[in-house]
Each structure stands twice: as C-alpha cells, then as structure tokens.
C-alpha cells in the first residue's frame, strides 16, 4: 500500500525567507511524487513532479523539490517566500508498480501562510 | 497540460434531489477522476471514470449513489444521487495523460440543506 504523510498542518514563514513544506512517503516499489497548490476556492493546481532521473526538480512558481531515496521524502522549497505563495499545498504519491489504473494518494495538506 | 472546465461551479440543493457535475476537458485523457474535498482538507477519490466501461469505485462509495457517465474521451458526468446534507462538500474533476500527471478542475461545491 502506498502512503504519504504532510507532518505539519500549517507553516508560517516571513516574505522573503526561504520556505520548506514537509512530506515524507511510502511504497513498495519506486514513487512518482507530486506536488499541487490549491487557491482559496481553486481547483489543484501542479506544481512539479518527480519520476526518475535528477533528485532536485524544479516546477512553476520558483518552487522546486529534493526527492531523497533514503530519507523517503520529498520536500517542497523556495529560497524566497511571496505573500501571494499562500496557500495550501498537497503531496501526492503513486507507485509506479501499481497496476491497473492510476490511483495517486494525496496527503493531508498544508497550509502556507507568508506574512508580510 | 490540461484545461478542465466544471459545471456547475456551486449548487444549493434540498434533501433528497439529485445533481449532475458536468466535467469537460479540452484534449483527449485517458484517465479521469472524481473526488471530494472538505474546505481545507485533503481529498478523497470517489471513483475513476473508464471510457466506454462502467466506473471504478473506492470503498465507500457506491453506483447507485454516485453514478458516472464517461461517453467519450473529452467529457464525464457524476450525478449525487438521493442527496442529504452529509453530502455537501467539494467535488473535483482530474483527467490524467501519459505523463502521469493528472490535472484538475476547479470544484463544484454543494450545499445540501
């Protein structure tokens, strides 16, 4: 079975800091890994993805991600947070052994708040 | 990428009625999804819309309750059957490609009084 943990339900960080967003994962075989934002009111919104090849993969926005094998897990960064970065963000895992049709978990989410 | 459209965008309903989401993409998708969504938390998979066969459900979720249409690669529809106030929440379309990335649309959400 294939899972995915968000540790923290909310994290707050300064406009222009550096941001992390905690997401560690589990599977059987090798993961695809995801990361969306959702707006208020939005739909999800992809961010980046990571399937093979280079662990650090960057995606829309000036976000990117560090896919760690042995710690299993993929933490979303930017080396400086905006205000509009605020929102709530969604791993997700699938793994790639799984057969038949493609189910991806998502985890908990997690809030993001920059302050001004 | 994908862009996927949903109708309608919110709905207020009486206890009982049913309503049917529309959901269009505006390329073909092999896959399409749909879920729901508590404000603010995390999302659960109803069911995978199959083209040309019937839905695949998850557990908890039933036909009868959630029934899909998938006619064609484009366009799927989830009618909330018999609806009571537990049923208001969020409800999300995605369509994934071959890339494995699946792409959503921006919610229907449904208030049942």
Redesign the interface.
């Known amino acids: 079975a294939q899972s995915v943990a968000q540790p923290e339900d909310q994290v707050n960080v300064a406009e222009g800091n550096p941001l992390t967003v905690k997401c560690t994962y589990s599977v059987s075989g090798n993961p695809y890994l995801f990361w969306y934002v959702q707006y208020p009111n939005r739909g999800l919104q992809f961010l980046l993805k990571y399937i093979t090849g280079d662990n650090l993969v960057k995606g829309s926005y000036g976000f990117e991600a560090e896919f760690n094998k042995s710690q299993t897990s993929f933490h979303l960064k930017k080396p400086s947070a905006l205000v509009s970065d605020s929102a709530l963000y969604f791993c997700a895992v699938r793994d790639m052994q799984a057969g038949g049709y493609q189910k991806v978990t998502f985890g908990t989410g997690t809030k993001l708040q920059v302050i001004p | 990428?994908a862009v996927?459209s949903q109708k309608p965008s919110r709905d207020i309903c009486q206890r009982g009625t049913s309503l049917t989401i529309q959901c269009q993409v505006d390329s073909q998708v092999t896959?399409m999804f749909w879920y729901r969504q508590q404000p603010?938390?995390?999302?659960t998979?109803i069911a995978?819309a199959?083209q040309g066969s019937e839905a695949?459900y998850e557990s908890g979720f039933v036909i009868d309750k959630f029934p899909i249409s998938r006619p064609n690669l484009t366009f799927s529809t989830l009618t909330v059957s018999n609806m009571s106030p537990e049923d208001s929440s969020i409800y999300?379309c995605?369509a994934?490609q071959g890339d494995?990335?699946?792409?959503?649309?921006?919610?229907t959400?449904l208030l049942v009084l």
Do not use: H
Request: proline share 4%.
């Open positions: 990428s996927i896959m603010g938390q995390s999302l998979l995978t199959n695949t999300l995605s994934g494995e990335t699946q792409y959503f649309g921006p919610g959400r």
